[in-house]
């Protein structure tokens, strides 16, 4: 069993990542990847709690910045 990690790693500069703390693009700001995407490494666990995790705060976040007219 394999678990699909990277190609969209995270990381505060634009530079040499995809997307910020919070999932979202650096690039556009309607774009949240809230998967695997931004691990830049495979752990020998499973990564399903860190995923749901990273979602569930992404979520808030989304729901946050709607409410501030931000995206």
């Known amino acids: 069993i394999i678990h699909e990690v990277g190609t969209t790693r995270m990381g ?7 997307v910020n703390s919070n999932c979202q693009a650096h690039d556009c700001k309607n774009v949240f990847v809230v998967d695997a995407g931004s691990f830049v490494s495979q ?3 499973n990564p399903t709690w860190t995923i749901l995790a ?3 705060r992404t979520s808030e976040y989304i729901v946050d910045q709607l409410k501030q007219k931000n995206i």
């Open 43 to 45: 752990a020998d666990k």
């Open 12 to 18: 505060d500069d634009p530079k040499s990542s995809v």
């Open 54 to 56: 990273l979602s569930w």
